[in-house]
């Protein structure tokens, strides 16, 4: 009889380590999860903080360039305090040169979204690059054959090549065209293109 309740003791004590174990076990990993969800909370804190710090903007209401402008040095100022300075544009890019003002958000051409669906308009150019420059001063750029297949596509017509931004390689550009209807002078209705030196003169489809 005793021999029998010493075994029963002995099975309880075992499982009573055991338990003891266990509940150590889930205690530990309570203390891992306090400690994550702290992490968590400091971290989306300091988030918050920094996003404060970023002008907010509302579907329907007009976006000022210096807001804008803000909040792209304020993103580039914190990612640069995370990897160091993000360096500056390749010698010779058109965004290297600081001296053409980026300043107009609206279209230049007032009828251009009415009429063709998005801001595409032609300016005076020269070069492929001074046409390339020109388009920047605007706030804009050159536009893509793609582009120019929808303008065509939507009625704009033209009979003057000009310059576009695709090129065949860094001496050689697309000019062109869209026409609306095919004449010995102008060529095939559709997008008329062909590539000429980036030294041409031309002027220069730019889109926004």
């Not at 499982?15 to 994550?36: C, D, F, G, I, M």
């Not at 509302?58 to 360096?87: D, M, Q």
């Not at 058109?94 to 051409?109: E, F, Q, R, Y």
Request: hydrophobic share 40%; glycine share 8%.
């Amino acid at each position: 009889m005793n021999s029998r309740h010493d075994q029963d003791l002995t099975q309880l004590s075992d499982e009573l380590k055991q338990l003891r174990a266990e509940l150590s076990l889930l205690q530990n990993r309570r203390r891992r999860v306090r400690w994550a969800i702290a992490g968590a909370m400091v971290a989306l804190v300091s988030a918050t903080a920094w996003s404060q710090t970023l002008v907010s903007f509302s579907a329907g209401s007009p976006a000022v360039a210096a807001e804008i402008n803000a909040n792209f040095l304020a993103v580039k100022t914190w990612i640069e305090t995370k990897t160091g300075s993000l360096g500056s544009p390749m010698p010779g890019s058109l965004l290297a040169d600081d001296s053409i003002p980026i300043t107009k958000l609206d279209c230049p051409n007032a009828t251009a979204r009415a009429s063709w669906g998005f801001c595409f308009y032609k300016r005076a150019g020269g070069t492929f690059f001074q046409a390339a420059a020109g388009c920047k001063a605007d706030g804009a750029r050159l536009c893509t054959f793609a582009e120019l297949s929808v303008a065509h596509a939507v009625g704009y017509n033209d009979c003057d090549y000009t310059w576009m931004a695709d090129r065949t390689n860094s001496t050689t550009a697309y000019t062109g065209y869209p026409l609306q209807t095919s004449s010995a002078g102008c060529g095939t209705a559709g997008v008329v293109s062909r590539t000429e030196p980036m030294s041409a003169s031309h002027g220069a489809y730019c889109c926004r």
